[in-house]
T-cell receptor, first 115, second 112 residues
Framework: GAGVSQSPSNKVTEKGKDVELRCDPI?????LYWYRQSLGQGLEFLIY????????KSGLPSDRFSAERTGGSVSTLTIQRTQQEDSAVYLC?????????????FGNGTRLTVT | QQPVQSPQAVILREGEDAVINCSSS?????VHWYRQKHGEAPVFLMI?????EQKGHEKISASFNEKKQQSSLYLTASQLSYSGTYFC?????????????FGKGTHLIIQP
């Protein structure tokens, strides 16, 4: 079956512009995660959605970052007024169950470059 | 709070064994292990749950000490394909934030 799909795969934007990154999770997966990975670094947790519960936004680095998940499926991560330090690979993952009880399936990520 | 991994890097010869450790300062509900190769997405290896349940691949073994909030990943008779960066991820017990938080990773290089 289809895996986690992220679009675009690459995005180059100018400093100060807004960007939207999209994630299509595996069908039926109730949990969805966003992570940020800077070059050569680890996986920085951003936000977690589980079913209809309020999302865990504890990892969002500033109020320029927001995310939503419509209809319990597709998710969009929005970065407003982008800065050069926002350049990174943004990874989305989904899981069949929440609370870390099932494996995460990662998408191939969106590589964001802010010039 | 992210878990702490050790060592930061390991260089092995093919066929040698390695242990990667992951520790937390908070009580854990689950520990995940993933491997990431350069330019690729992380791939699932193992989940260890509070209470002893494990889910993962047959050729991977790991332990979870609930009292010490520690987990170890055991790589035996390493192969060239084992090279990559290994991440542990943790979910804490007791409710609150449920997001899976990863350590900084352990870089594993296998030489022929």
């Amino acid at each position: 079956g289809a895996g986690v799909s992220q679009s675009p795969s690459n995005k180059v934007t100018e400093k100060g512009k807004d960007v939207e990154l999209r994630c299509d999770p595996i069908s039926g997966h109730t949990a969805l995660y966003w992570y940020r990975q800077s070059l050569g670094q680890g996986l920085e947790f951003l936000i977690y959605f589980q079913g209809n519960s309020a999302p865990d936004k504890s990892g969002l680095p500033s109020d320029r970052f927001s995310a939503e998940r419509t209809g319990g499926s597709v998710s969009t991560l929005t970065i407003q007024r982008t800065q050069q330090e926002d350049s990174a690979v943004y990874l989305c993952a989904s899981s069949s169950a929440g609370h870390g009880g099932s494996p995460l399936h990662f998408g191939n990520g969106t590589r964001l470059t802010v010039t | 709070q992210q878990p702490v991994q050790s060592p930061q890097a390991v260089i092995l010869r093919e066929g040698e064994d390695a242990v990667i450790n992951c520790s937390s300062s908070k009580a854990l509900y689950s520990v995940h292990w993933y491997r990431q190769k350069h330019g690729e997405a992380p791939v699932f290896l193992m989940i260890l749950l509070k209470g002893g349940e494990q889910k993962g691949h047959e050729k991977i073994s790991a332990s979870f000490n609930e009292k010490k909030q520690q987990s170890s990943l055991y790589l035996t008779a390493s192969q060239l394909s084992y090279s990559g960066t290994y991440f542990c991820g943790t979910v804490y017990s007791g409710g609150g934030a449920d997001g899976l938080t990863f350590g900084k990773g352990t870089h594993l290089i296998i030489q022929p």
